[in-house]
């Protein structure tokens, strides 16, 4: 960590700080397409169910609803009070998780149940542990020491109390949205969020046994300053959360309709930004966390640094996850799964989600079956997004190609960040320095196939930096 801070270099990260995917999943969403339907769908589980050992199953559910705008989002949300059109949305997903537990067989065990949103905490911990009991029902899950039970929560909306329902319900593991505690900041961006408020709730998981806390925050947000986000960051290490996400604020207004409440002359320049960042990873630096990959932070002790200096650490749409030889499930509208060598994604409009549960149908609305080329680029994007480093030989061995000539277009485009000392690149692989490390979006780039097919990086990305 004291490393990364010693080799921040401005210059560099201004130059590589282009449009790139963050690769949760490759190939990534842009490359999904209609033709991958409910057919699909089922094809690719009953094939999972035919592995000599039974792969375990991650769930996703996402609850959409939010009481109000949080003007910097880029999530999947509907801005509403009717606590009634939550009651209805369980009501379709309980008949969605009915029909996408009998793709699969009882033998595989659900080893993680991960909720995201939108906001979670939408619903009351009543109707939260009534989501958990349904899934209990209809899927196998593993022994409690194996289960990972995680839930996003916005600590505005929940009490210490509620806390331990939470825990009652089977859930191990939260994550807290604060993104910053300047006053200023949160009237920028319409989410005032009191300290004491947050901390109580932090306070509250580990009372009630949490195993792990993270705590998301965002640099680059309207009317961000040094001495501002300085403080946030001192008030957040205080409270020690076992993970942190430290998340550079991507402007799409185009994009993202809320975004365009923000006004750009509130925005930090380009040089203000790297700064925060710089600040932040000087901070975690100092009081001993490390640094994962992309935006992501833990202590030495926590999981996620575990199983990245074991060679376990993998990435998924929920982000930094432990369970690399997961199938994903996901349910309720806009999620994604991924089984075998294939991503689907449910509809990202409430309606069509909606039709397609009351018809019956699998809410499939656009996906893909990977190639043996994905299947061999996405093992080396996720190999350097978790690990930041390729054994040439060892992914020549699992997918029988020549790793040198396989990739020499991409082995290639390499050379200037080599010549930038982002890589190091011999004859047995090839490893991200540790300047390189704060790039590693703009390394796998190399890899996509998609990204060199139209030319390079796309303004649907967001910047790297």
């Known amino acids: 960590m004291a490393s990364l801070s010693a080799l921040f270099d401005p210059e560099l990260l201004r130059r590589y700080d282009v449009p790139g995917p963050r690769y949760t999943s490759y190939p990534t969403a842009p490359q999904f397409t209609p033709g991958f339907g409910e057919a699909d769908l089922r094809a690719v589980a009953a094939a999972s169910n035919g592995d000599p050992i039974p792969r375990p199953i991650s769930l996703y559910l996402h609850v959409p609803f939010c009481t109000s705008p949080c003007f910097y989002c880029g999530c999947n949300r509907i801005i509403t009070r009717d606590k009634a059109r939550g009651t209805a949305y369980l009501t379709r997903l309980y008949r969605e998780i009915g029909m996408a537990s009998e793709l699969f067989d009882r033998d595989r065990d659900v080893e993680q149940v991960h909720f995201g ?116 960051l001192d008030i957040t290490l205080q409270a020690r959360p076992d993970r942190l996400a430290i998340y550079g604020y991507a402007h799409l207004p185009s994009i993202f309709r809320p975004q365009q409440r923000i006004r750009a002359e509130d925005l930090p320049s380009p040089e203000q930004k790297l700064d925060l960042l710089r600040l932040a990873i000087e901070k975690l630096g100092q009081a001993g966390y490390e ?142 320095t540790m300047r390189g490390r704060l790039l590693l979006r703009i390394i796998a780039m190399c890899f996509d196939r998609y990204l060199t097919a139209a030319g390079g990086s796309a303004p649907l990305y967001s910047r790297t930096v």
């Open 117 to 232: 949103g939108g906001t979670p905490n939408f619903l009351d911990p009543l109707q939260i542990a009534e989501v958990m009991d349904v899934l209990r029902r209809h899927f196998h899950f593993a022994p409690g020491a194996r289960m990972d039970c995680s839930i996003e929560l916005d600590p505005r909306f929940i009490t210490p109390a509620e806390v331990g329902e939470l825990a009652a319900a089977g859930f191990n593991r939260a994550s807290l949205g604060v993104q910053d505690f300047d006053p200023a900041v949160q009237e920028a961006v319409n989410r005032v969020q009191g300290v004491a408020q947050t901390l109580g709730i932090i306070d509250a998981c580990r009372a009630h046994g949490f195993r792990s806390v993270n705590v998301d925050l965002i640099y680059g947000l309207p009317k961000q300053t040094l001495e501002g986000f300085s403080r946030t």
């Open 291 to 432: 640094y994962i990959g992309m935006d992501h932070f833990a202590l030495p002790t926590d999981e996620l640094a575990r199983a990245q200096r074991e060679g376990g650490l993998h990435r998924n749409f929920m982000g930094y996850t432990t369970h690399a030889e997961s199938d994903l499930v996901g349910l309720g509208v806009s999620a994604i799964s991924h089984i075998g060598a294939s991503f689907s994604q449910n509809p990202r409009d409430i309606a069509g989600w909606e039709q397609a549960i009351d018809e019956g149908r699998l809410p499939v609305w656009r996906g893909i079956r990977m190639d043996e080329d994905d299947v061999v680029r996405a093992d080396v994007i996720q190999q350097l997004m978790c690990h930041g480093r390729l054994d040439f030989d060892a992914i020549g061995r699992r997918h029988v190609i020549d790793f040198r000539e396989y990739f020499a277009d991409a082995l290639a485009r390499l050379r200037p960040l080599q010549a930038d000392g982002l890589v190091e690149v011999d004859g047995s692989g090839l490893r991200a």
